[in-house]
């Protein structure tokens, strides 16, 4: 069965980094494009970033273009957020997840991780 | 930016009857593709999303059918035709026709 096992998350002071995981299994993980989204309280769901099936297309949210950068790895079936510059607004439950379609075009997510939190504090 | 726009954001429901959620949209949702991209998930407290429906109304694999899903242009409209204990959580709809993907405010569901 498809899994998405995020990791990374923790407590970091504004202006730091930080790098997310996202375990991929139970499918061939090179054939699907890969996002992040994040979960905060108070602004709901906010899609991140995309990373098309073979990496070669990235797409990010205005508010963390420069900032963090989406990549993969499918050699270990795992996909990468980079998180540097770090803001208090980008406090947040990360989560990966998968489109529900193979190769490119548009199409929404089929499968999520179970989500990990990122909270940036002083 | 399209704005979705759910309507009630909070709905408490007897055991077996059943419950509407509405997803309105900013822009129309309809690509030259022919294709209308909203989707409608599912979250519960510490377990992902779970897809429900793509495409305004394509039930996900081993999504009971008691949930259904309608509408074209610019309004959606997710039914539970009658509702389980299970069904309890936060419905939100989705827009993937353009980036950013934007999600409406969540809709939460309660049992009577």
């Known amino acids: 069965q498809v899994q998405l096992v995020e990791s990374g998350g923790g407590v970091v002071q504004p202006g730091r980094s930080l790098r997310l995981s996202c375990e991929a299994s139970?499918?061939?993980?090179?054939?699907?494009?890969m996002y992040w989204v994040r979960q905060t309280p108070g602004k709901g769901l906010e899609w991140v970033a995309v990373?098309?099936?073979?990496?070669?297309?990235?797409y990010y949210t205005d508010s963390v273009q420069g900032r963090l950068t989406i990549s993969r790895d499918n050699s270990k079936n795992t996909l990468y957020l980079q998180m540097n510059s770090l803001r208090v607004e980008d406090t947040a439950v990360y989560y990966c997840?998968?489109?529900?379609?193979?190769?490119?075009?548009?199409?929404?997510?089929?499968?999520w991780g179970q989500g990990t939190p990122v909270i940036v504090s002083s | 930016d399209i704005v979705l726009t759910q309507t009630p954001l909070s709905l408490s429901v007897t055991p077996g009857q059943p419950a509407s959620i509405s997803c309105q949209s900013s822009?129309?949702?309809?690509?030259?593709?022919?294709?209308?991209?909203l989707y409608w998930y599912m979250q519960k407290p510490g377990q992902p999303s779970q897809l429900l429906i793509y495409?305004?109304?394509n039930r996900f694999s081993g999504v009971p059918d008691r949930f259904s899903g309608s509408g074209s242009g610019t309004d959606f409209t997710l039914k539970i035709s009658r509702v389980e204990a299970e069904d309890v959580g936060v419905y939100y709809c989705?827009?993937?026709?353009?980036?950013?993907?934007?999600f409406g405010q969540g809709t939460r569901l309660e049992i009577k």
């Open positions: 997840a998968r489109k529900r379609t193979v190769g490119t075009g548009k199409g929404g997510f089929d499968y």
């Open positions: 139970g499918f061939t993980f090179s054939s699907y494009a």
């Open positions: 990373i098309s099936y073979d990496g070669s297309n990235k």
């Open positions: 822009q129309s949702l309809l690509h030259s593709d022919g294709r209308t991209y």
């Open positions: 495409e305004v109304s």
């Open positions: 989705m827009q993937c026709i353009q980036l950013p993907i934007t």
